[in-house]
């Protein structure tokens, strides 16, 4: 390399022998170089070649690798390159402390030499996602090795959001509770008081948005308000079309035991009120020989306000039949359409959908295939065709390891797929297909916890909230992702509670970017009664960054032209009475 500048710098991770051309060279701790019969080189200009010690090694791993706060997932071996880990919000800086595996090998942390077994300089975190490479020279000069921590900082993991107990008079008993949001931006759950023949279905309005929140009884109506229903089961759900009106999707039972008719009911009102509801009887089985059933019914709207409920169908007789079916109206009577169908030991579970511009509809769902186990797929079909076709697999299952374990899904204002789902580890994991194709990750390479059917909400402006349940942490917790946009989602706490919290749970987004929740709760523990609660948190705004021109000054008043500056999307503030209708949606029945 004749005529190039060589800086002492370049060869302080090179102590001890080198070879130069054919001379010995020894590299000082200062990075000067000494050529035996040669004065010092430091700077300047000389013939050097840059070899290594003689039998130098290749060996670029790591022997250990540890981090001042949280915990390395997973537990580190020389051959695993990417790692995460999560830490308060608290923990603002950490050290890494990476060992080499072969005597005279070097590493950086960031770009900065680190002695070897010593911990690095202190890295400062910001609240989400944090990057942290870890890169390892062997001592022949050439081969490296890159190791990845991804650190997830909460944005304020000890900090629970204002909750308040919506009704904690008495028991409750199994409040299974929906929610759903209106093209005025308001924010409703339906919820179960009660079970079977005393059931009381409660229709409840989000209220005063901040740490005064309220919810306020809109109606309700009762089992026996029902037409035909002896006894109802928990499930429910809710979708609200362009008009307001609401729709309620729910299974009930006729009769008891092994022959009673079981099958799915819809309930509708135009405001919700008491005694405004009424009532259909759309689909019901029974058998002298055993049980038919029904199971997770989930309704939408499509754009031309008309339902549409999907749910599981299961005859346990025989050779055994689980099928997914699809009730729609038309405007006039409802019609039902197989969507899906198993046989022999293959399970069905955990539908959910939505409804696209066109009308459309969009169906996810857990399968099983091989007949031999918890082995279930995600699965995603659409009509798009005229048609359901036969599903796309979007996560595989293997014998007891479910991939679809709990699911929530929607589409945005392009008609673009977003799902959710936990698998048999209990790993959250994002499906979307906005570049044209699915593509699945982890969120933040490390979340854990399980969803329901509306967990997944989208507000006007495509910011994307999710609630779920850590049951390590044991705490309802939400995942925001503003815009959709990018992998890195803020997460923080709604409520920490115990083993009797969120068994059942729903969430919503609001233009005002409030994240909401509705769930059970027993404060006392699991012999305690059992009760419907909310939290309420204000998600994080990204920071908008406008920097001056250099050279201008308007401190003093003056104008000062800046081009195009790109400040992001617009998102409403709370106080700002302009926009406190929000936007029109383009579903209003979305979660």
Known sequence: MTGVVINRTDFRDRLGAQLVGFKAMQVASNGDMFIAGDSAVSTGFAEIGRFGSAGATSDANLS?????????????????????????????????????????????????????GTASAAINLITGLNDISVVVTAQD????????????????????????????VGTVDAPFVSMARNSSDQVFGIWIKGSQANAEYKLIRYDNPGPSATWTTVGSFTRAQIPTVDTVS????????????????????????????????????????????????????????????????????????????????????GARIEKLRLLSF???????????????SNEVSDP????????????????????????????????????????????????????????????????????VRSNYLNQLFYHHNVGGSFTSTQINGNLVGRVEADSLSLNDFGDLFLAHFDTTRVELRYAYLPGATGSSWFTGLLYRGNAATANVFAGALTNYRYGLALFDHRPTGPSGNQQLWAATQEMPRPEIVVEQPAGTDIADGGSKSFGNVNLGQHQPDVHDPEHRSGSAQRRSNQH
Not at 65 to 82: C, D, K
């Open 64 to 116: 250990a690798l540890s981090i001042s706060a949280g915990t390395l997932a997973p537990a580190f071996s020389a051959g695993q390159q990417s790692y995460t880990a999560s830490v308060g919000n608290g923990v603002t800086q950490m050290t890494v402390t990476p060992t080499v595996a072969q005597s005279g090998a070097t590493v950086r942390v960031n770009g900065t030499l680190v002695t070897s």
């Open 141 to 168: 000069g050439v081969t490296t090795k890159s190791y990845l921590i991804t650190v997830t900082r909460d944005v304020c993991p000890t900090c629970p959001a204002p909750w308040v107990s919506v009704e904690a």
């Open 234 to 317: 928990g499930q429910v759900s809710l979708a609200i079309d362009g008009t307001g009106r609401f729709h309620v999707a729910l299974r009930g039972s006729i009769g008891s035991g092994s022959t009673s008719e079981r099958g799915v009911w819809y309930a509708t009102s135009p405001t919700g009120a008491s005694g405004s509801w009424s009532f259909t009887k759309l689909e019901t089985f029974t058998d002298p020989n055993g049980f038919k059933n029904t199971a997770d019914a989930q309704i939408k709207t499509d754009p031309s306000n008309r339902p549409h409920i999907v749910y599981v169908y299961s005859d346990a007789n």
């Open 330 to 344: 038309n405007g006039t009577a409802w019609a039902g359409t197989d969507v899906y169908s198993n046989t022999g």
């Open 352 to 419: 959910d959908l939505d409804i696209d511009s066109a009308g459309r509809i969009h169906i996810v769902f857990e399968a099983e295939t091989n007949g031999a186990g918890t082995d279930g797929s995600l699965m995603y079909v659409n009509n798009v065709s005229g048609a359901f076709p036969a599903p796309t697999v979007l996560a595989a299952g293997a014998t007891s390891q479910d991939q679809g374990r709990s699911i929530s899904m929607l589409l945005d204002a392009a008609d673009k797929v977003h799902v």
